[in-house]
């Protein structure tokens, strides 16, 4: 199973299922990464059992789910703009090893 070939049906059959306009499915699709980063958060906080109301309420295996949920959601969200979300993804991580590992000019 190729990740990007899944996101790209499954972006595919959101769209077929969405009467939103384009601009506004890609703004709802936004919004749910956002939902999909807060429901990390909480699982973060419930491993840590930082919160004493509800102590341990999540464990890392949850938060590793969370997290994976973030990642497809975002890149279904390229997809359904009609980017090509591999290529997308591919020319982005590039970008951070180039900012990321290459030293920094010396004056």
């Known amino acids: 199973m190729d990740i990007f070939d899944t996101i790209n049906s499954l972006a595919q059959s959101l769209n077929s299922l969405s009467t939103a306009p384009p601009e506004q499915a890609a703004t709802l699709q936004a919004l749910k ?3 999909e980063a807060g429901e990390l958060a ?3 906080i419930g491993a840590l059992a930082a919160n004493p109301r509800k102590g341990a ?3 890392w295996e949850d938060v590793y789910g969370e997290a994976c949920d973030v990642a497809v959601t975002a890149l279904i ?3 359904r703009r009609g980017e090509d979300p591999r290529q997308r993804m591919e020319a982005h991580l590039q970008h951070l090893v180039q900012r990321s590992l290459t030293p920094a000019p010396t004056a």
């Open 42 to 44: 909480e699982a973060v």
């Open 33 to 35: 990464v956002s939902e």
């Open 77 to 79: 969200l390229l997809a």
């Open 57 to 59: 309420s999540h464990s």
